[in-house]
């Protein structure tokens, strides 16, 4: 029988065979390191007296809790958590000899954004973060793994991981999207997210296949790979392809012999025909419409052009589910049957790991151009990497979002998770391009919805969430 | 890590699906270099009001769950980011045991890693659990709950089972097969980064 692309790349990593009902121990080419899962990991080395197996396999930068806000000031409080936290990953990195890009370096930026910008991420690899969004770099066809600090622990003295065999799930993306600006892979992810449930792909690895993935660019299909966590998989990934390879070649850190190992990728790196899937689910894409988040959780998302639906209508039956959607209606102070382009926005927010590359910033400065944003709206652009940041603003796009009253900041992963300055207040309701919609997310009693770059662009403008597929994109 | 012990306690029952991480110890708690003292901040915005005053209506305010060990919770437990803060919180707190119908992967496994025995049991089950009063206990060894209305026996894996009643430090388990390792790397065609 065939063989999955997740089972080749398994495969191809076990340094210890798998024992029936044991993990197997997998051998990690790739591990990427941050200043919030790390200090313990550092300090359970140190007090064994352990050293990094691998630094010349292992990159470190500062991402979840740097400010956004201009660089060239220092921290306001030196002595606060977050300073340390930095000066803790700026010790451990020149301690252990890991390659650091720090706060000042121009490759800084978020993990799962600069890992594949400087050509770190590559096919048939794997790849693992003390961040579950680590699941970004599967658009690459690489085995990409979130994992806690004990494991980063782990990886940084062993480079190998015991972990138990996923399961493949196969989630099929059919046909073509009548209007690609307006209904983008943000919107496709949400809809998986929305049919499969959050626990949908636990204990599985997804492979996303079909045409409608096939159409999609690299950085589109980072969106969709990103969020797979959001549904619950250990990983998502994307066969490679021609766009994967040239998404790659000529990157600050891609090997020297690249070109050889694109011929065997080429030929490796695929499933099999006849190769089995042990779960499968299939969207069809030619008649979806942007997606908004209602709830607490990216599950609970809807058409932009319905209403907000009644606990009973969203849990089909599930006692659970049901009490879980009433919490959620409270906590989102929304009324069911409220049509969701009525419903008024305070904040909006284009960044994170999800949305925050070059061609979310071009997407998103299309509805923009020439508008200024509502008067009662506060809006930011956090480019996901000082890199993005630099090639937007050669581009102007910097001046398009200035010029409408957004906010253009330095990269990071900001009002995401809001543990730097970047929060919401109490009560205020923010259009997110972000990937978690939780209670208290971006800043407690925040109220959180989850759409696309062009989506918050326009809710930024009206004030409130509007169909983009009405406005001309192109 | 200590070995695991046999653990008897009352249960306390939080009735919620999709408990996620960000929930179990929120965002601002996380800017600690150490694994200890993430207790307090335990699902901090439901325990606490914005005064940072016990909200009565949340159950670890309840002074009669104040020595429970077992938290019972719905399904998709720990579903969320990676943090393994979440675990720590909940072990610093005095929980060695969670009950749920299931668990989120990354949460299921960091649970292992600092000695806490996450069990999946059967939705019907962890609903009777819910409402259990009386203490109950958890014998890892024979892979039993005795409850005051009869025994429920739950899975585990053999490996997790091991590591946790022996208390093993996994690391020193995979120093032992460097050998295979080294072997590992040398064929290895994936190049350094720098």
């Known amino acids: 029988m065939g063989k999955t692309l997740f089972e080749k790349i398994w495969e191809s990593h076990i340094v210890v065979v798998e024992k029936q009902n044991n993990p197997s121990l997998i051998y990690i080419d790739r591990h990427l390191v941050h200043e919030v899962t790390s200090p313990q990991a550092f300090e359970g080395l140190r007090m064994n007296n352990r050293k990094v197996r691998r630094p010349d396999l292992t990159i470190a930068t500062m991402d979840h809790n740097v400010p956004t806000t201009d660089r060239s000031l220092p921290i306001l409080d030196q002595t606060s958590s977050s300073s340390v936290q930095i000066k803790t990953l700026e010790k451990n990195c020149k301690d252990f000899g890991i390659k650091l890009f720090d706060i000042n370096s121009p490759n800084q930026g978020i993990v799962h954004v600069i890992g594949p910008q400087l050509g770190i991420?590559?096919?048939?690899?794997?790849?693992?973060?003390?961040?579950?969004?680590?699941?970004?770099?599967?658009?690459?066809?690489?085995?990409?793994?979130?994992?806690?600090?004990?494991?980063?622990?782990?990886?940084?003295?062993?480079?190998?991981?015991?972990?138990?065999?996923?399961?493949?799930?196969?989630?099929?993306?059919?046909?073509?999207?009548?209007?690609?600006?307006?209904?983008t892979a943000k919107?496709?992810?949400?809809?998986?997210?929305?049919?499969?449930?959050?626990?949908?792909?636990?204990?599985?690895?997804?492979?996303?296949?079909?045409?409608?993935?096939?159409?999609?660019?690299?950085?589109?299909?980072?969106?969709?790979?990103?969020?797979?966590?959001?549904?619950?998989?250990?990983?998502?990934?994307?066969?490679?392809?021609?766009?994967?390879?040239?998404?790659?070649?000529?990157?600050?850190?891609?090997?020297?012999?690249?070109?050889?190992?694109?011929?065997?990728?080429?030929?490796?790196?695929?499933?099999?025909?006849?190769?089995?899937?042990?779960?499968?689910?299939?969207?069809?894409?030619?008649?979806?419409?942007?997606?908004?988040?209602?709830?607490?959780?990216?599950?609970?998302?809807?058409?932009?052009?319905?209403?907000?639906?009644?606990?009973?209508?969203?849990?089909?039956?599930d006692e659970n589910q049901k009490r879980g959607a009433e919490k959620a209606l409270e906590y989102m102070a929304l009324e069911p049957g409220t049509l969701v382009e009525d419903i008024k926005i305070d904040r909006v927010f284009i960044g994170s790991c999800t949305n925050a590359r070059l061609e979310d910033l071009i997407e998103a400065s299309k509805v923009i151009r020439g508008q200024k944003i509502s008067s009662h709206v506060q809006a930011m652009v956090v480019p996901g990497s000082q890199m993005v940041k630099k090639q937007a603003e050669e581009m102007g796009l910097d001046k398009i979002f200035i010029d409408a009253n957004f906010e253009w900041r330095e990269a990071g992963c900001s009002m995401c998770l809001g543990m730097n300055p970047d929060i919401l207040s109490p009560g205020e309701r923010c259009a997110s391009t972000s990937n978690r919609n939780f209670e208290g997310r971006q800043g407690a009693g925040g109220q959180t919805h989850l759409v696309s770059p062009v989506m918050a662009a326009a809710a930024a403008i009206h004030g409130h969430f509007v169909d983009v597929r009405k406005m001309d994109l192109s | 890590m200590d070995s695991f012990k046999k653990i008897t306690s009352i249960v306390t029952p939080l009735d919620k699906v999709n408990v996620d991480t960000d929930q179990i110890v929120p965002k601002q708690f996380l800017k600690l270099v150490q694994k200890?003292?993430?207790?307090?901040?335990?699902?901090?915005?439901?325990?606490?009001?914005?005064?940072?005053?016990?909200?009565?209506?949340?159950?670890?305010?309840?002074?009669?769950?104040?020595?429970?060990?077992?938290?019972?919770?719905?399904?998709?437990?720990?579903?969320?980011?990676?943090?393994?803060?979440?675990?720590?919180?909940?072990?610093?707190?005095?929980?060695?045991?969670?009950?749920?119908?299931?668990f989120a992967d990354i949460f299921f496994s960091n649970c292992f890693k600092n000695g806490v025995l996450p069990i999946a049991l059967e939705q019907k089950i962890?609903?009777?659990?819910?409402?259990?009063?009386?203490a109950i206990e958890v014998d890892l060894e024979n892979q039993i709950i005795k409850t005051p209305s009869g025994d429920i026996s739950f899975e585990i894996d053999s490996y997790q089972k091991k590591v946790l009643l022996e208390g093993l430090d996994d690391i020193s388990i995979t120093f032992q097969y460097e050998d295979k390792i080294l072997d590992f790397e040398k064929q290895s065609k994936i190049p350094s980064v720098l």
Not at chain 1, 121 to 133: A, E, F, K, Q, Y
Not at chain 1, 151 to 169: G, I
Not at chain 1, 203 to 208: L, P, Q
Not at chain 2, 41 to 48: A, S, V
């Open chain 1, 187 to 317: 919107d496709i992810i949400l809809s998986i997210i929305k049919n499969i449930g959050t626990g949908g792909g636990t204990g599985t690895v997804i492979e996303y296949r079909g045409e409608g993935i096939a159409d999609l660019s690299m950085e589109q299909r980072m969106t969709i790979c990103n969020m797979s966590i959001e549904a619950g998989a250990r990983a998502g990934l994307i066969a490679p392809d021609e766009k994967t390879f040239d998404y790659l070649r000529d990157r600050e850190y891609t090997p020297k012999n690249y070109e050889s190992l694109v011929d065997s990728w080429r030929d490796d790196l695929k499933t099999d025909s006849d190769a089995k899937f042990e779960k499968e689910f299939t969207l069809h894409i030619d008649d979806i419409a942007p997606q908004v988040s209602w709830g607490t959780n990216p599950g609970m998302t809807c058409n932009v052009t319905d209403s907000i639906p009644s606990p009973g209508e969203f849990s089909n039956g």
């Open chain 1, 121 to 183: 991420t590559l096919p048939g690899s794997t790849i693992v973060c003390g961040d579950s969004h680590t699941s970004t770099h599967g658009a690459f066809g690489a085995l990409a793994l979130g994992i806690g600090t004990s494991d980063v622990e782990h990886v940084l003295a062993s480079q190998t991981m015991w972990l138990e065999k996923p399961k493949p799930f196969e989630i099929r993306v059919e046909g073509k999207r009548k209007n690609p600006h307006a209904v």
């Open chain 2, 36 to 102: 200890s003292g993430f207790g307090k901040f335990l699902f901090f915005n439901w325990r606490y009001d914005e005064q940072e005053n016990e909200k009565s209506d949340f159950v670890l305010n309840d002074t009669k769950y104040k020595n429970s060990q077992i938290l019972v919770a719905g399904d998709n437990f720990g579903c969320g980011s990676s943090r393994e803060h979440a675990v720590w919180a909940l072990l610093d707190y005095g929980f060695a045991v969670i009950i749920a119908p299931s």
């Open chain 2, 126 to 134: 962890v609903e009777k659990l819910l409402q259990e009063t009386g």
